[in-house]
């Protein structure tokens, strides 16, 4: 109601608040917002656990999910594969535009409903269903040669984050906060709903396992470095420090 946003918007007026966005995208959202945008607002960004998300044993993950060892392989991963948020239309097109390809491709599917995408897409698929262990989603990111991450709008990346630290590159659309992520971890993302750049950004990552290693060689220590626990916790700290140093200031006048 008119009534609950003027209150809303006098509290924040009234009361200095240091909000904590989890990337640039969010920031700037935050920013543009007639009742928060009066706020400081600082990106610390989401942490991923670096002691599990590693790019050890690539060849034993593979072979746990068997997977052979020289098969191109492509993952798409979300929590629930079906959601309109997540791009399932966009995926289902770019995975088919890749059965006209040279390369003989292996998709692996992971989430709520990936049966229902399997039954969609052209080429060979396998469904891994949903999963919460971590060690498991760690060798399903081990697996791939790219991560597929169509998401139409992301407040940050972790998947992407997760993948990059698993020695795996991503190919993404921009998604809000996602391409913050994909251009830490050196992938590629392109333009919102571009499938056909898309498309051309998985089969050149497929096509070329030198640009791959690269691009994991730079991105990965970047990510790790970045999105790690430690990171995570130094840069609330700080806000912290600054908030409470605002605090006091003004409590002295």
């Not at 918007?9 to 959202?29: D, G, H, M």
């Not at 998300?53 to 060892?69: I, K, M, Y």
């Not at 390809?101 to 269903?129: F, H, M, W, Y």
Request: with cysteine; hydrophobic share 40%; glycine share 6%.
């Amino acid at each position: 109601t008119a009534w609950n946003w003027t209150r809303k918007k006098k509290f924040f007026e009234q009361n200095p608040i240091n909000l904590i966005a989890p990337s640039e995208w969010v920031r700037r959202q935050t920013e543009e917002s007639p009742i928060l945008s009066g706020c400081e607002v600082s990106v610390v960004p989401n942490p991923i656990d670096v002691e599990t998300f590693t790019a050890n044993d690539r060849e034993g993950a593979r072979n746990r999910l068997s997977v052979q060892p020289k098969q191109p392989t492509i993952l798409v991963a979300a929590n629930h594969l079906d959601s309109p948020f997540k791009g399932a239309h966009e995926a289902i097109e770019v995975l088919n535009n890749l059965a006209n390809t040279q390369v003989d491709v292996l998709v692996l599917l992971v989430g709520k409903n990936c049966d229902e995408l399997a039954r969609r897409i052209k080429i060979p698929s396998r469904s891994l269903g949903y999963i919460s262990d971590v060690e498991s989603m760690a060798d399903c990111y081990r697996s791939a040669d790219v991560f597929l991450v169509p998401s139409k709008v992301e407040t940050f990346g972790l998947v992407a984050a997760e993948a990059v630290a698993c020695g795996t590159v991503v190919a993404s659309f921009h998604g809000g906060g996602l391409q913050e992520v994909v251009r830490t971890g050196h992938g590629i993302a392109v333009p919102d709903g571009d499938t056909k750049q898309l498309t051309q950004a998985v089969r050149a990552l497929l096509e070329n396992p030198d640009e791959r290693a690269a691009r994991v060689a730079q991105g990965r220590p970047e990510v790790v470095k970045k999105y790690s626990c430690s990171a995570h916790a130094a840069g609330c700290v700080e806000v912290y420090r600054r908030a409470i140093q605002q605090f006091s200031k003004q409590r002295a006048v």
